[in-house]
């Protein structure tokens, strides 16, 4: 079936250092489109970025994002964390018939 | 940007209670969707729908009814609410096809007693 994986559920990571979520998906649609959301503390889930051609980054607010379709892969990255991206990050597969599947998210605490 | 919002805000009901939360989005969005959000399990989708008199079934859809009137209005109703409910529900919208991003409302905190 169709499905989307993070395999963390917590990355903690020092202000100023890399951090990467991973996200991988299994489906059998050709034609996909993929999202990060983003949920601060006690608000809604928002759109970060999205992407649904194969091997083109897609970068917003800092962060950034590769569809890799060979490896299922749509890992997101930012060279360096800021203590204002602590938050809830989901990673959503979205189908050809406007099915939509999450992740279980992502909950990044970055430490001073 | 995107409108979409939500009513009540919080509810308490006790087991067997009947509950409607609605959602309302002012957009001309094709699409709407209800998820509840639990920690463990993210976000889970409940029911959703491509226009109004359409309903799909989601992921999780036990205990639970949607109706959409209306384009703008799409309604998740319990009829007899289990504490098993208790969620924190958040209703969205999308322009068209899947490459359109979700604007999500405030969410409705429901608590079944």
């Known amino acids: 079936g169709d499905s989307v994986t993070q395999t963390e559920g917590l990355v903690t990571v020092t202000e100023g250092l890399p951090v990467k979520l991973n996200c991988t998906y299994q489906?059998?649609?050709?034609?996909?489109?993929f999202f990060w959301y983003v949920q601060y503390l006690n608000e809604a889930p928002q759109v970060l970025l999205k992407?649904?051609?194969?091997?083109k980054r897609t970068e917003h607010q800092g962060f950034h994002a590769t569809l890799h379709k060979s490896s299922s892969s749509f890992h997101l990255q930012k060279s360096s964390a800021q203590l204002s991206d602590s938050a809830l990050y989901y990673c959503?597969?979205?189908?050809?018939?406007?099915?939509?599947?999450f992740g279980d998210g992502t909950q990044l605490v970055v430490k001073p | 940007e995107a409108a979409v919002t939500q009513s009540p805000r919080n509810k308490v009901t006790v087991t067997g209670g009947n509950v409607t939360l609605s959602c309302r989005q002012t957009?001309?969005?094709?699409?709407m969707y209800w998820y509840r959000q639990d920690t463990g399990h993210g976000l889970r989708l409940i029911h959703y729908?491509?226009?109004?008199?359409?309903?799909q079934i989601g992921d999780v859809p036990d205990g639970y009814k949607a109706t959409r009137t209306t384009q703008e209005d799409f309604f998740l109703l319990l009829e007899l609410a289990s504490p098993s409910q208790t969620s924190l529900y958040f209703c969205?919208?999308?322009?068209?096809?899947?490459?359109?991003?979700?604007?999500f409302g405030p969410g409705t905190r429901l608590t079944v007693l």
């Open positions: 957009n001309s969005h094709n699409y």
């Open positions: 729908s491509y226009g109004a008199g359409n309903l």
């Open positions: 489906t059998t649609y050709l034609t996909i489109a």
């Open positions: 959503a597969l979205s189908l050809s018939n406007n099915r939509i599947f």
């Open positions: 969205a919208s999308q322009f068209r096809d899947n490459h359109y991003e979700q604007y």
């Open positions: 992407s649904s051609t194969d091997n």
